[in-house]
């Protein structure tokens, strides 16, 4: 039997601010454990929590950036409930009133299609610590580093359909979040990780099926593969009549399954009640127009740039808007060579396969834009071919220095000159008679495969330095 998999995200992004939202404490990640916690962090008597008006200020620009209701006037909430390292015995979290309302958010697919899912919310509230299990046997050691620190969950409609699209989905909102320049999005790190709502209905069905939970998934791959082992389970249990349990269960990524944690919690057992301590959060028009003002271009809107001004298909346009450094990277090589089809090529091609191969982030790549502008200029002017520029790359890479340099250095200026080509051509047709018989005696398809072939002994005659048009064109008069 069919089933329709139906699934929502609740995405913990982390702000980047320097201090928490409600200490002066830093935020900076790889501390020594239990560094970076202040009195208010460790919720010693007496401490009263002073809001971080930065934190406002991206979760506003976040509510902009997907035309999401903006909360005028938001409140906070205590959220109870008991971890060891959640020093308060609660969590100050926003309930009732978020500072971001409804909004909806584009994603494409990889077959090009886009499609809308719905926000549901987004809403300002404090990480807690975190538990230590290793070089602690039989214990558990606490590090409040993260307590206090600013996030902004983001609780999507339970419009996603598949793991693709939730994968889609989260590399959509990390691109944006990184565009906003709200977060880091740095997974590894924790400053972007999901909680996924998954259940399963009958097609056509409207009703939801009841939902398992799976906690703190915090990289693209693992959030694909927690969904399938998920939804495999569910399956199993519904064919077989049973009942899925609503729970909140874990991703083993080792064993690749899910595993049940606790029974899941609603919003009753956490006893939400108004965060006395702390104002409503006010704000006025010409803060929200001021932030709007100050929006970068963003991704769905620098691709579409992309289709329209620099003729890109919508895939390769999406390759390079998905992220603002590498858009960014490319419009500077469009920039200084004035080609963007060559450039889209170069930067895709090129450049990301060797970052990818070198483990290396654009930000360290050892050719930089003006580089490779550098180098695809001596290609339309004809200095080098695209084969013989594939080895200046790889010495640019190396550190050897810019474009004209090693082509100079190396002796790798293309060979344009008609006598100097006629002679390899005459060199080659006449040391291949067997192959121009053929040729003479083929038909017109079996013809442009052997030209093919002499075209190739040229280029390695010349150790890819001739001019592959020149070369074409002498050898369609020669071979008559």
Known sequence: MQWEVVIGLEVHLQLATAS???????????????????????????????????????????????????????????????????????????????IVGRGSFEIQLEDGSCRHIGITRAHLEEDAGKSLHEDFHGQTGIDLNRAGTPLLEIVSEPDLRSAAEAVAYLKALHSLVT?????DGNMAEGSMRCDINISLRRPGSTTLGTRAEIKNVNSFRFVEKAIHHETNRQAEILEDGGTVVQETRLYDAERDETRSMRSKEVANDYRYFPEPDLLPVVIDEAFVA??????????????????????????????????????????????????????????????????????????????????????????????????????????????????????????LQQV???????????????????????????????????????????????????NPQMVNELLARKLV
Not at 37 to 57: H, I, S
Not at 438 to 460: H, I, N, P, S, W
């Open 20 to 98: 928490k939202i409600f200490s002066g404490a830093s935020t900076h990640f790889g501390a020594e454990p239990n560094t970076q916690a202040c009195a208010v962090d460790l919720a010693m008597p007496g401490m009263l929590p002073v809001l971080n008006e930065q934190a406002v200020r991206h979760a506003v620009m976040f509510g902009l950036g997907i035309g999401a209701e903006i909360g005028m006037r938001s409140v906070f909430d205590r959220k109870n409930y008991f971890y060891p390292d959640l020093p308060k015995g609660y969590q100050i979290s926003q309930f009732q009133a978020p």
């Open 179 to 183: 565009y906003l320049g709200i977060s």
């Open 290 to 411: 001021q932030l709007r003002d100050s929006l970068p271009e963003l991704p769905v809107a620098r691709r579409q740039r992309f289709v329209d001004a620099h003729g890109l298909s919508q895939y390769d346009a999406g390759v390079l808007s998905a992220n603002r450094a590498l858009a960014d990277f490319y419009e500077a090589v469009v920039a200084d060579c004035g080609d963007a089809k060559i450039a889209a090529n170069w930067v895709q091609v090129e450049l990301l396969g060797q970052l990818n191969r070198s483990d290396l982030p654009l930000a360290d790549s050892p050719v930089s834009a003006a580089a490779l502008a550098g180098l695809i200029r001596r290609i339309l002017d004809q200095s080098i071919s695209g084969k013989i520029a594939k080895q200046v790359f790889e010495a640019m890479w190396a550190g050897e220095g810019d474009a004209d340099h090693i082509i100079a250095s190396h002796g």
């Open 416 to 466: 344009s000159d008609s006598g100097e080509l006629e002679a390899m051509v005459d060199e080659v047709v006449n040391s291949h008679p067997e192959q121009l018989a053929q040729y003479l005696a083929a038909d017109e398809g079996k013809r442009r495969k052997l030209v093919g072939f002499f075209v190739g002994q040229v280029m390695k005659l010349s150790r890819g330095q001739a």
